[in-house]
């Protein structure tokens, strides 16, 4: 089993920044791709971003493109979203997954493990 773990998240101004940080714990080496989701209330979970193990492959919602970063650091088994020039809406719950295949995948059905989530908001 492996276990996600997200921190960072809280109350941020428009046009702040925020890092979000995911450390995986467990059977880590079953873990390849890795991604960001969020939920707004009343709305379904979207895709943020992801990556691969390597990193070297990665994959961006339109939406954050130019604004969200992923990056991760494998001897830590911590993934991380660097979130700048933050918008209102934005204001979500972050959460953090995994999935066993090297493939970078859009949607949440294709991951097998996530986190409990952390609250980012973004006042105007």
């Known amino acids: 089993q492996v276990q996600l773990v997200e921190s960072g998240g809280g109350l941020v101004q428009a046009g702040g920044s925020l890092r979000l940080s995911c450390a995986a714990s467990?059977?880590?080496?079953?873990?390849?791709?890795m991604g960001w989701f969020r939920q707004a209330p009343g709305k379904e979970r979207e895709f943020v971003a992801a990556l691969s193990r390597s990193g070297g492959s990665t994959s961006a919602a339109d939406s954050v493109k130019g604004r969200f970063t992923i990056s991760r650091d494998n001897a830590k088994n911590t993934v991380y979203l660097q979130m700048n020039s933050l918008r209102p809406e934005d204001t979500a719950v972050y959460y953090c997954?995994?999935?066993?295949?090297?493939?970078?995948?859009?949607?949440?059905?294709?991951?097998?493990?996530w986190g409990q989530g952390t609250q980012v908001t973004v006042s105007s």
């Open positions: 997954a995994a999935r066993k295949s090297f493939t970078v995948m859009t949607s949440p059905d294709f991951y097998d493990y």
């Open positions: 467990g059977r880590t080496f079953n873990i390849y791709a």
